[in-house]
Protein backbone atom coordinates (compact mmCIF):
# COMPACT_ATOMS: atom_id res chain seq x y z
CA UNK A 1 0.00 0.00 0.00
CA UNK A 2 1.38 3.64 -0.80
CA UNK A 3 1.10 6.10 2.02
CA UNK A 4 0.86 9.87 1.69
CA UNK A 5 2.62 11.91 4.15
CA UNK A 6 0.54 14.74 5.64
CA UNK A 7 2.33 17.22 8.19
CA UNK A 8 0.98 19.21 10.77
CA UNK A 9 0.79 23.35 9.68
CA UNK A 10 3.51 23.72 12.47
CA UNK A 11 5.90 21.17 12.23
CA UNK A 12 7.61 23.74 9.81
CA UNK A 13 7.60 26.27 11.80
CA UNK A 14 7.85 25.62 15.10
CA UNK A 15 9.32 21.85 15.47
CA UNK A 16 12.30 21.49 13.06
CA UNK A 17 13.79 24.45 13.69
CA UNK A 18 14.95 23.58 17.29
CA UNK A 19 16.55 20.64 16.15
CA UNK A 20 19.63 20.53 15.11
CA UNK A 21 20.41 19.85 10.79
CA UNK A 22 22.07 16.50 11.30
CA UNK A 23 19.20 15.27 13.39
CA UNK A 24 17.05 16.98 11.04
CA UNK A 25 18.55 14.88 8.36
CA UNK A 26 17.66 11.78 10.19
CA UNK A 27 14.67 12.01 10.84
CA UNK A 28 13.76 12.83 7.29
CA UNK A 29 15.84 9.65 5.98
CA UNK A 30 13.47 7.29 8.69
CA UNK A 31 10.50 8.99 7.72
CA UNK A 32 10.90 8.65 4.34
CA UNK A 33 12.39 5.00 4.73
CA UNK A 34 10.60 3.42 7.57
CA UNK A 35 7.12 4.95 7.72
CA UNK A 36 6.38 5.31 3.92
CA UNK A 37 7.54 1.62 3.91
CA UNK A 38 5.46 -0.23 6.63
CA UNK A 39 4.38 2.62 9.08
CA UNK A 40 2.58 -0.13 11.46
CA UNK A 41 5.85 -1.60 11.48
CA UNK A 42 8.15 0.58 12.25
CA UNK A 43 5.71 3.08 14.37
CA UNK A 44 5.18 1.44 18.20
CA UNK A 45 1.44 2.39 19.42
CA UNK A 46 0.68 4.97 21.96
CA UNK A 47 -1.76 4.61 24.82
CA UNK A 48 -3.83 6.45 27.05
CA UNK A 49 -4.27 10.03 25.76
CA UNK A 50 -2.44 8.99 22.57
CA UNK A 51 -4.35 6.35 21.80
CA UNK A 52 -4.65 5.71 18.03
CA UNK A 53 -1.33 7.30 17.93
CA UNK A 54 2.04 5.65 16.90
CA UNK A 55 5.58 7.12 17.47
CA UNK A 56 8.48 6.27 15.55
CA UNK A 57 12.10 6.31 17.60
CA UNK A 58 15.44 8.04 16.17
CA UNK A 59 18.03 8.57 19.18
CA UNK A 60 16.18 10.93 21.26
CA UNK A 61 13.80 12.64 18.83
CA UNK A 62 9.96 10.92 18.61
CA UNK A 63 7.50 11.23 15.07
CA UNK A 64 4.31 11.13 16.78
CA UNK A 65 1.69 10.39 14.08
CA UNK A 66 -1.31 8.61 12.94
CA UNK A 67 -2.58 6.87 10.11
CA UNK A 68 -5.76 7.14 8.11
CA UNK A 69 -6.75 4.83 5.56
CA UNK A 70 -3.60 5.96 2.96
CA UNK A 71 -2.09 8.60 4.91
CA UNK A 72 0.34 8.94 7.55
CA UNK A 73 -0.50 11.98 9.34
CA UNK A 74 2.61 13.60 11.41
CA UNK A 75 1.23 15.78 14.25
CA UNK A 76 4.74 16.54 16.33
CA UNK A 77 8.52 15.98 15.74
CA UNK A 78 10.61 16.43 19.00
CA UNK A 79 13.10 15.63 22.03
CA UNK A 80 11.41 12.47 23.86
CA UNK A 81 11.30 14.55 27.44
CA UNK A 82 8.79 17.61 25.53
CA UNK A 83 7.07 15.64 22.99
CA UNK A 84 4.16 13.81 24.13
CA UNK A 85 2.86 16.93 26.06
CA UNK A 86 3.04 19.05 23.29
CA UNK A 87 1.48 17.60 20.97
CA UNK A 88 -1.65 16.98 22.77
CA UNK A 89 -2.87 20.40 20.88
CA UNK A 90 -2.49 18.87 17.82
CA UNK A 91 -4.28 15.11 18.46
CA UNK A 92 -7.80 16.22 16.55
CA UNK A 93 -6.13 18.53 13.87
CA UNK A 94 -7.49 16.85 10.43
CA UNK A 95 -5.82 17.18 7.28
CA UNK A 96 -8.72 19.51 4.74
CA UNK A 97 -6.88 19.40 1.58
Do not use: C, T
Request: charged content about 35%.
Amino acid sequence: MAYKLVYHPDILKYDLPKIPKNIRESIRKAIEERLLSNPMLYGQPLRQSLKGHRKLRIGDYRVIYRIDREEIIILKIGHRKEVYLRVLPRVNWRFKG
